[in-house]
């Protein structure tokens, strides 16, 4: 969401501030659930067995000490343009500003493209235990999952803003689902027939040792903990931000590493060892497993299936609508092509970049379908946390580099050892040994993805060099605006 509104006039004025502890809260909570709890959870206990909980609070430990730098950036630079402003005050080099705004839409496109393949597998499950004979197959999720993208496309180019009680109601639909698994887990305990002793039980399928086996499941854990860094973008819309707004992100971070440390336990104590690793339908999740196993006579397991298309469709939209922002951005700006920022006449959507980011998203789903051993979920969920890392490191780096600048009074100041050790981990879960062999495909996609914006930015500066102008950012401040 832009952190600026304009008149009918082109002038720009404040946003008003609406957002008090409560809703702040719900919004990041909101922002953090959703589809990275359905799509991780059976894997990453895979690789640990009974103590998948571990991993999650591995994962909420970086993400929190990436949290305090941007706590202190936000203070200092509140615009929507986050990571790459950040990396822009600290360095001042275009093309590197570039790379990091343009990373940050390949994690909108992958992550969009992951929901896609969740919400494909759970609708037609849903839909065939309401009527029999519904194609749950590999090609009937691949088409209602490109159907899905596609429906994203239409629906941004209608032209959607971000609605805060929108997001409450979906953050509270979210929140029941996971609650739901929680109960059944309990439940199944409490009558005798789930086993809570697995909780501390490591397991290693490839005879990892624990830091090994941990270091690798914490990498496939990430994905679930991103998405907290979007609500630095609410900043200006929040009353006595500098008060309330690190409070908000701490307890908030807390609140999902909680659930997301439930729902391991209720899965390693309600699915049997040997099949936490194949679920009945692998892009589906494994939390589907827990509702039927653990609560077969209730027919919970009907409705499951659509409160998670309803969970991670709202996230899909939203990094859609964020990548597709930030391709028009940077377009105007004259970093990537021109022709990128051209808008509908009468709907103002950026329609060549939705045209744009849709296309990437769609080429990424069918080429992980066809030319992978993984799954789409398995594959993008971990691009997006490996863009994200990388990400997060640069702005690890930077809150350090821009100490220079003179603190806000009353901000937010993190003590330089977290900045510091939230660099040191990012960089660390960067790395091949955070991987498994198969799930390495990874740095192909993201390389890929790179690849096409360095490409269209050689392009434009080509462009832009023969007609003397340049390949510079004129306001990076405003760069995410809408």
């Excluded at 067995?49 to 571990?54: E, F, K, R, S």
């Excluded at 009937?140 to 994203?152: H, K, P, W, Y």
């Excluded at 744009?356 to 789903?365: D, E, P, S, Y």
């Amino acid at each position: 969401m832009s952190l600026t509104e304009q008149d009918v006039n082109g002038t720009r004025t404040d946003l008003k501030r609406v957002m008090g502890p409560g809703l702040l809260l719900l919004f990041i909570v909101g922002d953090i659930l959703g589809a990275g709890v359905y799509a991780v959870t059976g894997r990453l206990a895979g690789q640990v067995g009974g103590i998948a909980w571990l991993p999650f609070l591995v994962a909420f430990a970086v993400a929190a000490l990436t949290a305090c730098s941007y706590l202190e950036l936000v203070a200092k630079y509140p615009q929507a343009a986050g990571a790459a402003l950040y990396t822009h005050q600290a360095f001042g080099v275009h093309f590197v500003t570039f790379l990091v705004a343009f990373t940050v839409v390949c994690s909108g496109i992958t992550s969009a493209a992951t929901s896609s393949g969740l919400l494909a597998s759970n609708l037609l499950i849903g839909l065939d235990e309401l009527a029999d004979a519904v194609p749950t197959g590999d090609t009937a999720t691949l088409v209602v999952a490109l159907g899905f993208m596609l429906l994203l496309a239409l629906v941004n180019l209608r032209g959607v803003g971000e609605s805060v009680k929108f997001n409450v109601v979906l953050t509270l639909v979210e929140m029941a689902a996971l609650a739901i698994v929680i109960a059944i887990g309990f439940a199944t305990v409490a009558r005798g027939d789930g086993d809570l002793s697995r909780v501390t039980v490591f397991e290693s399928p490839q005879d990892k040792g624990l830091f090994a086996a941990v270091t690798v499941a914490t990498a496939i854990a990430f994905f679930s903990m991103v998405g907290f860094e979007d609500s630095v973008n609410m900043v200006e819309e929040t009353k006595d931000p500098q008060r309330i707004f690190p409070r908000a992100m701490f307890t908030g971070l807390g609140i999902a590493v909680v659930i997301y440390m439930l729902v391991a336990v209720s899965v390693v104590a309600v699915v049997p060892a040997g099949q936490i690793v194949t679920p009945k339908n692998p892009e589906a999740g494994i939390l589907l497993d827990v509702v039927r196993v653990g609560a077969p006579d209730v027919p919970i397991d009907k409705i499951f299936p659509f409160m998670t298309v309803f969970a991670v469709a709202n996230t899909a939209l939203i990094n859609m609508l964020m990548a597709s922002r930030l391709v028009y951005g940077m377009a105007n700006q004259g970093v990537l092509p021109r022709g990128l920022g051209q808008v509908l006449p009468v709907r103002r959507s950026p329609v060549t970049a939705i045209i744009f980011t849709t296309a990437l998203a769609l080429g990424l789903i069918v080429l992980v379908r066809l030319a992978s051993d993984n799954t789409v979920v398995a594959a993008l969920s971990g691009t997006t946390a490996l863009l994200l890392l990388a990400v997060f490191s640069v702005v690890n780096v930077a809150v350090l580099v821009l100490r220079r600048d003179p603190a806000i009074p009353g901000g937010f100041r993190a003590p330089t050892a977290l900045p510091v050790a939230g660099a040191v981990a990012c960089l660390y879960l960067l790395g091949p040994w955070a991987r498994l062999e198969e799930d390495r495909i990874q740095y192909k996609i993201a390389a890929g993805l790179l690849a096409v914006g360095i490409v269209l930015w050689l392009i434009t500066w080509a462009v832009n060099r023969a007609s003397g102008g340049t390949s510079e950012f004129s306001d990076v401040e405003h760069l995410a605006d809408d």
